[in-house]
């Protein structure tokens, strides 16, 4: 090897070490700071912000939901833009059992997510129809596809706006392979596994057929979930969801025309709609906002200070979590 090979290598472990370090001191400073003052309360506490004025006993709430669906909460010091799961369930909840709303929208701008949070979403919206005999409508924003479709089907009305991108309805499955990569640099990768499925998708490695096989499967029967959420909550045929869901993006206009939306329109218009259709002229329209907490302090002071650390940490998370492969109701450009 090389002496600019060897000084690569170098400079890279050293790199990799540093922003360990950084993550580490980061990682101790926020769990001090929440454990000695409670802060993960204080965190998540709501406000409402009033964007049309009525009556606050008879209130509409918006709830935007940004960003890909996902569990995560990774760095939430660096991350404060991200979207929080956990939060937005404790949005619906919070407009769920307020006495004085009486109906929700969802502003929704995703390409979707996890199978698994977008179906808690979808479930918490039934929830909310059945046991609170709430209006849940969806307003699209650019982009509501995959999970952001699998949330909105649900909804009392879908709203899209003519450009939204919806649909992309299906699930899938990716890991990165670097096995041709490391033959040409010598690179051996050494496994010790309990059982022969075990690495199934290791990076090291080309699939098997047998393993294609079962992650297929896995496939299939979440999409049937997916096929059967929009029969139920589209009123559609089975049939009908599989032809128009084969994965691909519709814009708004497509959508309505397919049945996939009810109305084109912007937020405004969806709560025009809303008024209209359940008499409630006289509501206060009011949005869900996250307060000012501790990781939204802590993480913008950082950020200021190690912009660049804390994007190469969040690409070394990026990494991480792809190395742990997962179905998703996303749409992958």
Do not use: C
């Amino acid at each position: 090897m090389n002496a600019k090979r060897w000084i690569a290598l170098a400079v890279a472990a050293a790199l990799f070490f540093v922003s360990l370090v950084f993550q580490s001191l980061i990682s101790m400073a926020t769990a001090d700071f929440e454990s000695m003052f409670n802060l993960q309360e204080l965190d998540n506490d709501l406000n409402e912000k009033i964007i049309e004025k009525g009556s606050p006993t008879n209130k509409i709430a918006v709830l935007h939901l940004n960003g890909v669906i996902q569990d995560t909460t990774a760095n939430t010091v660096i991350n404060t833009n991200s979207y929080n799961h956990k939060r937005f369930l404790d949005m619906l909840n919070n407009a769920a059992e307020d006495r004085g709303v009486n109906g929700i929208i969802l502003r929704v701008n995703t390409p979707g997510g996890g199978v698994v949070e977008s179906a808690e979403i979808h479930d918490k919206i039934v929830e909310i129809q059945e046991e609170y005999n709430k209006p849940v409508y969806v307003s699209m924003g650019n982009t509501a596809a995959s999970g952001g479709y699998y949330i909105s089907a649900p909804a009392d009305k879908i709203v899209a706006h003519h450009a939204t991108l919806t649909g992309s309805i299906g699930v899938i499955m990716e890991s990165f392979n670097f096995a041709e990569f490391a033959e040409e640099h010598g690179i051996d990768f050494n496994t010790i596994k309990s059982g022969e499925y075990k690495d199934i998708m290791s990076m090291s490695r080309e699939m098997t057929d047998d393993e294609r096989e079962i992650l297929q499967t896995i496939i299939d029967d979440m999409y049937a979930d997916f096929v059967q959420v929009i029969v139920e909550g589209r009123n559609m045929s089975e049939d009908r969801v599989r032809e128009l869901g084969d994965g691909r993006v519709y814009t708004g206009e497509q959508a309505q025309e397919l049945g996939l939306a009810d109305e084109l329109g912007s937020l405004h218009d969806t709560i025009e709609m809303m008024k209209d259709d359940h008499e409630m002229g006289n509501a206060q329209v009011v949005e869900y906002e996250q307060g000012l907490g501790i990781n939204q302090f802590l993480g913008g002071t950082i950020k200021s200070i190690f912009g660049s650390e804390s994007d190469l940490i969040g690409i070394k998370n990026l990494l991480r979590e792809n190395n742990a492969p997962r179905a998703m109701y996303l749409y992958s450009r």
